[in-house]
T-cell receptor
């Protein structure tokens, strides 16, 4: 079964509004979660690393004020797309790894959120 | 700069035949490679992985081959089944990156297995 839950699966919003996406680890406590973005027919691009209790680490070119990440607990990270624009429309996916698993154990991904900004 | 490349956006095979998905990389600091499978509107699910110290890893119908000198890996699925139809992503992790994090993904290959 799913070990990482993401909500909502789909959201449509108007330009200028903000949208919050939640990512929860179900079976383990994740001190670190990762947010990816996928453009149509493109690879998944890492946006940021969410760290529990501290600031997120953003990849080069990702606007931290645009994509707010909060990792307030060991099982929940949120990504808020602020003042959304149509170009923010994309598929956003979170992932996490059970820290108790082995070194090279794979990431578990959520089911993603399809954001459409009109 | 696309460090992990999957040059074939799509592949179509007949049920029961072998599917071969290819992946090339440019960064010699990658030391661990993974294949993920993704259905529409879902997140990727882990399929199989290989460490750079190996050249082959097998798990049931899935085998991953790694050719370090050519910076090339491939995923073999045999026999292919219609349920294997999905997008397959190749991903790589660099030396020093902890525990499967910060993966670099290829663009994906859409595999269609025809009954």
């Amino acid at each position: 079964g799913a070990v990482v839950s993401q909500h909502p699966s789909r959201v449509i919003c108007k330009s200028g509004t903000s949208v919050k996406i939640e990512c929860r680890s179900l079976d383990f406590q994740a001190t670190t979660m990762f947010w990816y973005r996928q453009f149509p027919k493109k690879s998944l691009m890492l946006m940021a690393t969410s760290n529990e209790g501290s600031k997120a680490t953003y990849e080069q070119g990702v606007e931290k004020d645009k994509f707010l990440i909060n990792h307030a607990s060991l099982t929940l990270s949120t990504l808020t797309v602020t003042s959304a624009h149509p170009e923010d429309s994309s598929f956003y996916i979170c992932s996490a790894r059970d820290p108790k698993s082995s070194y090279n154990s794979p990431l578990h991904f959520g089911n993603g959120t399809r954001l459409t900004v009109t | 700069d696309q460090q992990v490349k999957q040059n074939s956006p799509s592949l179509s095979v007949q049920e029961g035949r072998i599917s071969i998905l290819n992946c090339d990389y440019t960064n010699s600091m990658f030391d661990y490679f993974l294949w993920y499978k993704k259905y529409p509107a879902e997140g990727p699910t882990f399929l199989i992985s290989i460490s750079s110290i190996k050249d082959k890893n097998e798990d049931g119908r899935f085998t991953v081959f790694l050719n370090k000198s050519a910076k090339h890996l491939s995923l073999h699925i045999v026999p292919s089944q219609p349920g294997d139809s999905a997008v397959y992503f190749c991903a790589a992790k660099g030396v020093g990156e902890t525990s499967g994090s910060r993966l670099t993904f290829g663009e994906g290959t859409q595999l269609t297995v025809n009954p």
